[in-house]
Every structure is written in C-alpha cells, then in structure tokens.
C-alpha cells in the first residue's frame, strides 16, 4: 500500500488528486468544529451517554463526534445513505426507476438527482425529530439543552443540520469527480479515523484508573487480538474471488477467424462489502433509537423493556444472555441483507443472455437458463461463505466486549471493517489509475 502511494506520488495528475483529497476533507473536518446555534453540547453528550449502542452513536463514529460536539455536521451523511438504500430498493420495485436505471450515465445522473432531494428530506426529518426529542429531555431531565426555544429557533437548528448534510454530499461529490475514491466513502473513512486518538487515550486513562493488572492484560489482549484477527480476515476475503469459465464461439468473417477465446467470469466472496454489516447494524439500533426518540432521551432501566432493548442493542443491559441474543439475531440480518443486497447488485439472468449474445457459453452448460441457473447456484454459495465470514467478524468484538463488559467495542468492530474496506478500495482506483496512465499499447 505505501509504495502503491509512493509510486502515485511521482504522477503528477495523481498527485493533484491526492492533495485534493486531502484538502476538502480538512474542510469537512473544519465544518466539524463549528457550533450548532442555540444548541449545548453538554446536553448532546448526556443524550448520548444513556447507553446502549442506537443510531446516534454511529452518527458521532461516522462524523468524528460532530454529533456529540452539536455541530453544524451533526447529521453527517446519514441522511444520504438511507435516501441511497431506498432509492436501490424502490428501484426494484418500481418499473419507471429500474428502467431509468438502465438507461446508462443519463439515467444515473437522474437517480443521483433524486437521491439528493430525498437525502435532504430525510435531513430535515431527522433534524427535527432530533429537536423534538432535546425539548423533551429539556423537560424532563432538567437540563437546557436548547436555548429559547420556539419556531424560530427549531427552524434555525433543523435548517442547520440539513446545511450541514447537503453541504456533506456536495463535498463527496466533488471528492468522487476531481478526487481520489469515493467521495462518501472517503467523509466516512476521515470521521472514524479523527476518532482514534480520542478513543485510544480513552482506553488508556481506564488503564491507569484500574491498574495494571491481569484483567486489564488480558482485555488489552483480547482487543489486539480481534483487530489483528479482523484485518487479517478483511484484506484476505476482499480479493477473494470463483472465477467461472467461459469458451466463446469462433467465427470467420473473410478471411479472419474472431472468437475463440477462453476467459472467466470472477464473482467475489464478499460482493457486498460491508454495506451488509451496515444495514444490519441500523436495523438493530433502530428500536432503542425510536425509544429514545418517544422517551426524550430516557432509557427504560429495568423490567421487560429493559431487557428487550438488552436483546437489540449491544451493551445495553447487564446479563451475558441478551448479549448472545443480540448475537444470534445480528448474525442472522448479516446473511439476509448479504443474500439480499447481492440480489440487487447481481443479475443471473442478464449475464446469461449476454453471454449468449456474445457467442460465448461456460464449458460443459447449455446457453439460456441452465446457465443463469448454474451461475446463480455459484453466486448462492459464495453469498453463504462470504455472509458467514462477516458475521464472525461482526459479532467477535460483540462477543468480546459482553465478556469484558466494554460497551463501544462492537462500534469498534464496525467501524474497523468499514475503515478497511473504504483503504482498499481506494488503494485499487488508485493503482487502477496508475496501470491507465503507465499503458503504452501494442503501437508503442
């Protein structure tokens, strides 16, 4: 990786993309700093602090504490995942979106465009559920935290966080179009990382609070051993892929022969990545989110409800079992959203009947449906193997932390899968890149 960036250095055009880079997610990491009006920080980090892992803790991981800091990108880019995740879903459903996807770089344009204005409205709908429930707990918990509330100041605060997040998008796209990688990636990957000097002087003060001891050695142990154990896992199975064989069909044409050829269709382990892990980890923080929402901020701490939100969010309750639940039942939305997402990134069918408009055909299966058959049974097995391999990952620090009662280490866990797969993807365009730009032809 670090001589890939060496070599990316010494090409000027790279060079111009990697300072690029770099300089607007300063900006984001500037914009990260400036204050929401009318808004006590104090108050966004006793939100927070009410335990349980929901999906206000991944906002602060995913925005560098700017969620917890009250600031201007509060919402981070939240807001323009979910549109994302909606629109790819809607665009299965509905015919005028699929057929609009289909339409080449206008179409995309068009979902983009689309994507923008939901993303901004679902900003607006978080930013004023958020208000709503900081009033609530203004009342409730006895602490200011929004100054002179009224019409006016909830359409400054809300108007801001949704700034903020347009603001966001507009910065990823301009990362993906003049930068290197993608863009939104990239805003996600500069979050999580402005995180880890905080979290690691965290864990160092617990250290020196508690002593060293054998406990303490063996949980810094434990840690080191899951994150070597993660990346180790990550880099392996991101490259891994089945490559399925392919002859075409000669032909002559004149006097020349065309076709012939054997290639191979790879398909990955991991087709996914970690958006599985992802839409999983929402899912499951969205019910203590939506109570802490209707409870002002107040977390049930005993009884029934207690336990159930114990079940949905890890570290919440206090009982070895609710952890295992939790584990199962994030195993599980794991291998369905890996089965599901890669239903929609990938079609049997359409490739089968390009590959039999090309003259081409895998050896030893007719054309037509035993093909698409044959590469769907292919793609269901490896969907299991990759769905299998990010569970285990997922649930390690889940199962680590409910061990040694450390709460923040399943955001951990996530955090450090999405921060992998963010550096190598962008390691890839950026040799990619290098590869077109270091490409003489057969002319030369």
């Not at 003049?178 to 979290?199: D, Q």
């Not at 997402?341 to 089968?352: D, K, R, T, V």
């Not at 292919?378 to 649930?395: H, T």
């Amino acid at each position: 990786m670090l001589q890939t960036l060496r070599n990316a250095w010494k090409i000027p055009d790279l060079r111009r993309r990697i300072l690029f880079t770099l300089m607007m997610l300063i900006v984001f990491r500037f914009g990260a700093h400036i204050p929401v009006p009318f808004l006590s920080a104090e108050a966004m980090q006793a939100f927070l602090g009410n335990g349980g892992t929901d999906l206000f803790s991944l906002f602060d991981v995913f925005t560098g504490g700017a969620f917890s800091n009250a600031t201007v990108m509060a919402m981070g880019v939240s807001p323009y995942i979910n549109a994302s995740i909606i629109i790819q879903l809607l665009t299965v459903a509905i015919p005028a979106l699929e057929r609009m996807a289909k339409e080449g770089v206008e179409g995309r344009k068009k979902l983009n465009k689309i994507t923008r204005y939901l993303g901004i409205a679902l900003a607006f709908i978080q930013g004023s559920g958020l208000y709503v429930t900081l009033y609530n707990m203004s009342a409730t918990a006895n602490l200011q935290a929004i100054q002179n509330p009224g019409v006016l100041t909830f359409f400054v605060i809300v108007l801001t966080f949704t700034a903020g997040t347009a603001f966001i998008m507009w910065l990823g796209e301009i990362i993906t179009e003049k930068g290197l990688g993608n863009g939104i990636s990239m805003i996600i990957f500069a979050g999580i990382v402005s995180r880890i000097p905080s979290g690691i002087r965290a864990v160092y003060q617990q250290f020196l609070a508690t002593g060293i001891t054998v406990k303490g050695i063996i949980i810094a142990a434990a840690i080191l051993i899951v994150a070597i154990a993660a990346i180790t896992f990550v880099v392996f199975f991101s490259d891994a892929e089945r490559r399925i064989p392919v002859q075409y069909a000669k032909r002559v044409v004149g006097r020349r022969a065309y076709g012939g050829q054997r290639t191979n269709i790879p398909i990955k382990v991991v087709m996914g990545g970690v958006m599985p892990i992802i839409f999983a980890s929402s899912i499951m923080a969205f019910p203590a989110t939506i109570v802490r929402l209707v409870s002002g901020g107040n977390m049930p701490q005993s009884g029934i409800g207690y336990y159930i939100l114990g079940c949905l969010s890890a570290g919440y309750a206090n009982a070895w079992w609710t952890s295992l639940v939790y584990a199962v039942l994030y195993f599980l939305l794991i291998l369905f959203f890996t089965y599901f997402y890669s239903s929609i990134q990938f079609n049997p069918i359409e490739l089968a009947n390009n590959m039999n408009k090309s003259g081409g055909n895998i050896p030893g299966i007719r054309p037509g449906r035993p093909t698409s058959d044959y590469i769907r049974k292919v793609s269901s097995r490896l969907n299991l193997v990759g769905a299998v391999f990010l569970g285990i990952v997922a649930i390690l620090p889940v199962v680590i932390g409910a061990i040694f009662g450390i709460r923040s280490l399943q955001i951990g866990g996530t955090s450090l899968l999405i921060m992998e797969g963010v550096a190598l993807e962008t390691v890839k365009q950026i040799e990619s890149q290098m590869v077109m730009r270091n490409y003489k032809g057969f002319l030369e």
